[in-house]
Structures are given as structure tokens and as C-alpha cells.
């Protein structure tokens, strides 16, 4: 794990007891600091014996910060008690990120890469995992992909610590700067936590205001938000695109990743060869390890093979079997139209399933990414918004995502693709959108074994 001795002697709350709470909690221990930890469910609390303090009537005079898991609320719907409370006694609000930064100059000499943005983080960091280490160097990556950053252990000299940082990571923190920062897009999300489109991109945006002078910014600029950024940031700023050819930047051009970063067009190879990164969306992200692999210094050629070599992200377009002629694809981590709209236009013949809880007030703008789609099976509690907003004209509505996908292998034939791609979250049957995606590949496994 990470320690940061200048916690030592500090008495430091925690709230929210999670995998990134959990892992502050045993990293501030291990610096030395005095830890008072809380959850509302009792389940987590255990998690932390030992550790416990009730912070709701704890006295926060006593504490010198009070480090909050992602999910806290801190102004949208309505800030959190212990936010209003850590605010009435002038206690500093920090994010586990924060507890990283000052674990910096203690260790072995490093590099740190962050990705944020709307869609594509958690492929766009896997994938700079993955190129850093088929290229021979070391890699750690955590952060909302999954493993707290505190959790990681140190790297060896020249390594390259890689994050995938969400909104709400980026609402928290106070001073953590990255080497290098990566901005693929945004778009309209979230916005019950941050209230506004503005104030979910100043969320964003602040990855890059807080990088020093001489730090590198990684920006997608096929959205006007992406652009207005990167006009921002000056010469620092390493433009990418999956849709326009740039004078300066890494873009796809016919299937062709070109590297123009010094100005000069230079074909690398054809992104279409890579089986992992398929659709426009996935041109982007590879544009973008791409620049981030040339700040590191890695060869062109090794990158590149790197991309080849990407074996994919589990729940994110994972074609998980074909059976009897009909591919099956969970991408279960499409919790939003957008993303749900990047798998449509990647595959034909369509059969999708989607629905779930519903974090946005209309799905109509998704009628324009049906061309491919045969039939909708609509579930959970937003399958009556998505229908009346969408009114496929082959549609059955479900209650189950059994249900739904029964439905769909029943009308698939060969040379079909039956699609889960929610666009919405997943809390209406299940704890996230990985138990979602693992409940689709077990139905998955069950049909391919009931087939042979």
C-alpha cells in the first residue's frame, strides 16, 4: 500500500468505507495517523474494527481532515451532514488522492497519468496499462476502475502510476497534479451530483488547472467542451481525434492512426486490426494512449503493437461467446445514452437490451443510433421511458434482465448480435454494472451449455 508519513500524528476521519475508503483507512494506519472511521451500513463499519468512530456526534475539533469516499454528496442534491458539519467546523475535505500526492516525494521516481472524461476511461486506462507493459515498463492502475489508489504499492524507479479519475474524485480533491492528464470527451452526465452541465465540467477541467506549468494535457477535442479546453491550455496540450484531421495531434484518418505531434504527419498503422478497440469511440481512446505513451518516450512501433495486443475490458463491448451464429456482448458499463450509443453504431444486426434505473430525462436523441438495431427488449424501471421515448417498432417490455434476454436469444438467428448496452444504471436489480455484466455472461454460459 501507499504511505504518506505526512499524516503521521494526524487524526483523520473517513467516511464512506468502500474499496477506496477502506483503502485510506489502512494507508493512513500505516503512516502513523490516528484513523476515525464510519459508515452508515454496519456491514462496512465491521469492515473497519478497530478503526471505528461515530462521526455523526464526533467532536471535529479534533480533526485535522476528513477524507470522504466518491460517492459522498458535497453540494448536489443537498450536501452531505457530515459535509455541512466538517464545513461549520472549518475541517478540510480531502479525497484519497489527496493522501496520494503528499505520498509522492517519498517514493521511488515515477510518473503519474490520469484520465478523466465522460466515456471510454475505464478502456483508455486499462489500455495505458496494457502499453506500458508490453513496451517493458511497470505499470500500477487504479482509482474508479476499481482498486484504490492507496491500495497500490509503490512502483520501482521510472514507473507509471495510472488513474482513472470520475467527477466525483475530481469535486474532492485539493492538490493532486498529474503528470500527465487525459480528457476524452464530455458530456451531459451525472448532473443530480453537480447540479449543472458547468459545474460537472469544472469538475473535469480541474485535472488540467491543477497540473504545473510544464505537465502534459492530453485532450479530445471532437466535442466543443474538449476544444475550448485545449485552446485553454496552450502549447502544453496534445490534441487527439477519432473524427478530424489535425495539424498538430494524434488523430485516425481511414482507419489510420497518425501521429502529428510535432506537426509532421506520420502513418503508425490501421487501428482497424485491433479486435479490442473497435468503433469510433475506441479510435479515440487508442489516439490517446498513443500520446501518452510518446510523453513517456516509448517507441512509436511498440505502441502500436501494443494496441494490437489489447485484450479488452471486461463489461465494456466484451464479446463474450458466439453460439449457434449469434455473438452475445456485454457492455454492461454503458450506464449512459452516450455510451450505449458508441456500442450500437459498433455492430449490425442488433438485438439490444436496455433499461435499468434511468439517470437522464430523455432517451429520444438515442432514435438516431437504431439503424442497426432488429428488435429492443426493454427492462427494469426506465423500460417504459426508453420505450415512449424511443418507440422502436420491434419492442417487447420486461420486468428481468432474464426475462429480457430470453426474449432476445429466442428471435436471434445467425449473423445476429444480442447487445446489453443499458444505458442506465444498474441499481434497480443489481448492487452495480459489474454484478449486471456478470449475471449476462453466466446467462450466457448456461445457453452455451444447454446448446452442446
Known sequence: MIKASAYKGKTVGVFGLARTGMAAVNALAASGAKVAAWDDSAERRADAAGYT???????????????????????????????????????????????????????????????????GKSTTT????????????????????????????PLPKNGVFVFELSSFQLDLTRNFCADIAVLLNVTPDH?????????????????FEKQKDDAVAVVGVDDQNGRDLAARLGDRVIRIS???????????????????IDGEAKPVGDVRAAKALQGTHNR????????????????????????????????????????????????????NSDAAARALSSFDNLHWIAGGRSKESSFSHLGSALGSVKACYFMGEAAGQLAGDLKPQHLSIHETLAQAFTGAVMAASPGDTVLLSPACTAFDQFGDFEARGKAFKRMVSVLAGSRT
Do not use: W
Open 126 to 153: 486499462s489500455l495505458i496499462g496494457h502499453m506500458i507493459d508490453a513496451c517493458g515498463g511497470r505499470s500500477a492502475v487504479g482509482g474508479n476502475i476499481g482498486t484504490g489508489v492507496l491500495s497500490l504499492d
Open 53 to 119: 468512530t461515530n462521526l455523526y456526534t464526533a467532536d471535529f475539533a479534533n480533526l485535522d481532515a476528513l477524507l470522504l469516499a466518491p460517492g459522498v454528496p458535497l453540494t448536489h442534491p443537498k450536501p452531505h451532514a457530515l459535509v455541512k458539519k466538517a464545513h461549520r467546523s472549518e475541517t478540510p475535505l480531502i479525497s484519497d488522492l489527496d493522501v496520494f500526492e503528499e505520498a509522492r516525494a517519498e517514493l521511488p521516481k515515477h510518473k503519474l497519468v490520469a484520465i478523466t472524461g465522460t466515456n
Open 191 to 207: 448532473l443530480d451530483r453537480h447540479g449543472n452541465f458547468k459545474n460537472y465540467l469544472d469538475a473535469k477541467n480541474s485535472l
Open 284 to 335: 479515440q481512446n487508442a489516439t490517446a494512449a498513443f500520446a501518452v505513451g510518446s510523453s513517456l518516450g516509448l517507441p512509436s512501433q511498440a505502441i502500436f503493437e501494443a494496441l494490437l495486443s489489447f485484450p479488452g475490458l471486461e463489461h465494456r463491448q466484451e464479446i463474450v461467446a458466439t453460439i449457434d451464429g449469434v455473438r452475445f456482448v456485454n457492455d454492461s458499463k454503458a450506464t
Open 242 to 260: 477519432a473524427e478530424t484531421e489535425l495539424e498538430k495531434g494524434v488523430y485516425v484518418s481511414g482507419g489510420l492512426l497518425i501521429d502529428a
